[in-house]
């Protein structure tokens, strides 16, 4: 008994220092895309997950935002960062895949978390391309079934005058709007009725005159309501839908809390899958993840979906039930959502206008 309890103090001493030793020269850092740390989406969803692992965990945090929309400054940022004693990087957005095919090989001793960037992204000139490196893993989600969730339970509300405004038609935004139109198409059959979907893109992550000018235009001749996906553009959205009584879809995160006009959002899990790969770092299991191009769906968990909470709940008919049974269809594969960025969906009950 006495061996055991020296045995059990000896490991209770050694227990903080193996803590302190975890984290002690490390740093953690994210350097955001265009956007910034409180843009109400992904940006602000990893910064986030990067402050609550280091508050958590007692790890120094920080973030950089470069100076301009560039591979330079993008680079230049990512520098300052490692010079500043970043161990560990956490990038939001699929332009720092071309920043990734420099860095990962020129810090070989950083370890890079690239959010919503995939293999295709890796490439200087989209004609070459690279394979993530052991220090980076790229993260992508199945927007495509948010998309679905989002427009499936639109269109069982009762809308039948849909839209898609999205940012830059780059594969995430792509796979939610063609998701959305598979979503809001299936139910329309399921009820037996035609719908109508208006769907463009704003061509930037965020909104303008020019795109709220769009928006009313939408509005007043009848749409009721409209996916805004991509970043700050929602802003538009929300302005002309506030304008004409309408309402909004938010995205990425639940954004229930902008305004009363945004009905639900079609989410994917950016801050806990972020914290989920800070943790494999820190707990030493990197080599698990390294040089990998992992793709979270609702396969590997509750990574996208709406928000259920019952402050973010404003449908009007679609109960929390009707949303359970089809998250788990899709779930379970009995419904199979299309992720094809290269082609529009086929419909049956919608008529998509697709316009420039």
Do not use: H
Request: glycine share 10%; aromatic share 12%.
């Amino acid at each position: 008994m006495k061996k055991f309890l020296a045995l059990f103090l000896v490991l209770a001493l050694m227990l903080p220092v193996f803590a302190v030793a975890n984290a002690e020269g490390e740093k953690i850092a994210l350097v955001t895309d265009v956007g910034t740390i409180d843009d109400e989406s992904f940006n602000q969803a990893c910064w986030q997950a990067v402050e609550a692992y280091g508050v958590d965990n007692d790890i120094e945090y920080t973030y950089y935002q470069p100076s301009a929309d560039s591979l330079d400054a993008r680079l230049l940022s990512i520098a300052q960062a490692v010079n500043e004693g970043a161990t560990v990087i956490v990038m939001p957005g699929y332009l720092f895949g071309a920043a990734l095919v420099t860095a990962q090989d020129k810090y070989p001793d950083v370890k890079f978390i690239a959010v919503d960037v995939s293999a295709g992204d890796l490439t200087l000139d989209y004609v070459d391309y690279v394979e993530p490196a052991a220090n980076v893993v790229c993260i992508t989600f199945a927007e495509e079934q948010a998309g679905y969730l989002a427009g499936y339970a639109a269109v069982k509300d009762g809308y039948t005058k849909l839209g898609f405004l999205g940012g830059m038609a780059v594969p995430a935004v792509i796979r939610y709007g063609y998701g959305f139109v598979q979503g809001a198409d299936k139910a329309a059959a399921e009820l037996g009725q035609q719908i109508e979907i208006n769907y463009t893109y704003g061509g930037q992550f965020f909104g303008d005159a020019a795109i709220t000018a769009k928006m009313e235009g939408w509005y007043s001749s009848g749409t009721e309501i409209v996916f805004a996906c991509g970043g700050g553009i929602y802003t538009s959205a929300v302005e002309a839908a506030n304008k004409y009584g309408a309402k909004v879809i938010g995205v990425d995160v639940d954004q229930y809390y902008i305004d009363p006009c945004i009905l639900t959002s079609a989410m994917k899990g950016l801050q806990n899958v972020t914290e989920t790969l800070l943790g494999e770092y820190f707990d030493g299991n990197w080599e698990t993840v390294g040089g990998q191009v992992r793709n979270y769906s609702l396969a590997e968990g509750d990574y996208v979906g709406l928000p259920t909470a019952e402050e973010s709940w404003r449908f009007a008919s679609f109960s929390a039930e009707d949303y359970a049974a089809i998250y788990e269809a899709v779930k379970a594969g009995e419904v199979v959502v299309s992720n094809d960025t290269e082609n529009a969906p086929a419909v049956t009950n919608a008529t998509v206008n697709y316009i420039q």
